[in-house]
C-alpha cells in the first residue's frame, strides 16, 4: 500500500511560490459526518399508448420526493515540493442517496 502522498501530485499552483506541477497530497482526515435531508425533484415517463406508426407515446410525470444524502467534510494536508509551503483545505463530498417513502 502507497502513502498518501505517493498518490496524488496535482496541477494547481502553491499559494506561496505560484509554481505548478510540485503540489502534493500529504493527508486526508475526515472533520465531520451528517445526513442531510433533500428535496429531489424527478421527471420519469409512463408510456400511456401506441401512437402513429406504433411508436409508443410517453407522458412525463414529475415526482417529488426526499431523499437522504450522506455529506462528509474532509480536511485535505497539501505540500509544495519546491518551497515547502504547507496548507490545509476543507471539502465536502456528498455520498449515497436514500429515499424516504411518503
Given at each position: 500500500?502507497?502513502?498518501?502522498?505517493?498518490?496524488?501530485?496535482f496541477?494547481?499552483?502553491?499559494p506561496?511560490c505560484?509554481r505548478?506541477f510540485?503540489?502534493?497530497?500529504?493527508?486526508?482526515k475526515?472533520?465531520?459526518?451528517?445526513?442531510?435531508?433533500?428535496?429531489?425533484h424527478e421527471i420519469?415517463?409512463?408510456?400511456?399508448?401506441?401512437?402513429?406508426?406504433?411508436?409508443?407515446?410517453?407522458?412525463p410525470?414529475?415526482?417529488?420526493?426526499?431523499v437522504?444524502?450522506?455529506?462528509?467534510?474532509?480536511?485535505?494536508?497539501y505540500?509544495?515540493?519546491?518551497?515547502?509551503?504547507?496548507w490545509l483545505?476543507i471539502?465536502?463530498?456528498?455520498?449515497?442517496?436514500?429515499s424516504?417513502?411518503?
Open positions: 500500500m502507497r502513502a498518501v502522498s505517493e498518490i496524488t501530485t496541477f494547481r499552483h502553491c506561496s505560484g505548478r510540485e503540489i502534493r497530497l500529504t493527508g486526508k475526515l472533520v465531520s459526518e451528517q445526513v442531510v435531508q433533500k428535496e429531489a420519469t415517463g409512463l408510456p400511456s399508448y401506441v401512437g402513429r406508426w406504433g411508436a409508443p407515446v410517453v407522458t410525470v414529475a415526482e417529488d420526493r426526499v437522504l444524502v450522506d455529506v462528509k467534510d474532509f480536511q485535505y494536508a505540500q509544495c515540493k519546491h518551497c515547502g509551503h504547507r483545505e471539502r465536502e463530498e456528498e455520498g449515497g442517496t436514500t424516504l417513502k411518503g
